[in-house]
């Protein structure tokens, strides 16, 4: 009876294990905004972060039918789209494409794009499949007569190589050239979570961040175990966080890099859903 019951709970763990690391789910947040405009209330944004050229069914139907069927008004993708280990451009640029099919694409560098060569390559490819590279500047979403500014900028690390202290001054300074785009509500989207304060230092409501991949394994009642640049226990990992009157909201990611398992951390897309107040 005993060999059973054990034998019973490895299948369930097996199962669950395999569930939780190889599909995708969506995460739905509705955010209350100050100053946003009446005509961008119920505005969607999917939210994709930390893809690192991963797959989920054949050319990733699976996760473009969660896209699909979440419909959105623009999609997001917050950097390390490829991963610079086993970089496959090709099946990154299939993905994106396909995403571009489904609404406006917006995207950002991540610090695995920051790493590969082949960089160049890959924002051609972006481009050409009607996906808008936000390196260092801003656009303006318009609806009717109201307008709204999203806004990015590529990875501290392409120029700060591996000087992790030298980010935050790369951040500050992209964001002080951004400064006067941001008249307006703003949505920044950056790669880096552990940057907020940062962030919060300039006129935005909004950040979509990953990189954190939701601490990799994600203890009960604790949380994420270890993100880089944050190390062990990390503040900023999942969800949602605010620094002054900024909010930002952190993906656990899609793929994974150098650790291929995750643990009570399913991937994710995140639905933001924007509401007036």
Not at 130 to 158: C, H, K, M, Q, Y
């Amino acid at each position: 009876m005993k060999k059973w019951i054990i034998g019973v709970a490895v299948a369930v763990f097996g199962a669950w294990m395999v569930w939780s690391n190889k599909t995708v789910g969506l995460t739905q947040m509705k955010i209350q905004c100050d100053g946003l405009p009446s005509l961008f209330d119920g505005f969607r944004i999917a939210h994709i972060s930390d893809l690192h050229n991963a797959e989920f069914g054949k050319d990733n139907c699976n996760l473009l039918a969660t896209v699909r069927d979440s419909k959105p008004d623009i999609i997001a993708i917050t950097g390390d789209i490829i991963d610079s280990r086993r970089t496959d451009i090709d099946s990154a640029l299939r993905t994106a494409e396909s995403l571009a099919e489904i609404a406006p694409c917006y995207f950002v560098t991540g610090n695995h794009e920051s790493r590969i060569a082949e960089y160049p390559e890959l924002r051609k490819g972006l481009e050409a499949a009607g996906v808008t590279v936000l390196d260092g500047r801003s656009v303006r979403l318009e609806r009717g007569e109201n307008s709204i500014i999203l806004a990015g900028f590529d990875d501290p690390s392409g120029k700060a190589v591996l000087v992790s202290d030298k980010y935050a001054e790369i951040a500050e300074s992209e964001l002080c050239a951004l400064d006067e785009s941001l008249d307006g509500f703003s949505i920044l989207l950056a790669h880096r979570p552990e940057l907020i304060d940062v962030y919060a230092n300039h006129n935005i409501a909004l950040v979509l961040s990953g990189h954190a991949h939701g601490g990799q394994f994600r203890l009960p009642f604790v949380g994420g175990l270890y993100v880089p640049n944050q190390g062990l226990f990390p503040k900023y990992d999942s969800g949602i966080y605010n620094c002054k009157e900024t909010e930002m909201i952190v993906s656990r990611g899609v793929g994974n890099s150098i650790m291929p398992v995750r643990f009570n951390n399913r991937p994710e897309i995140i639905l933001v859903e924007l509401k007036t107040k």
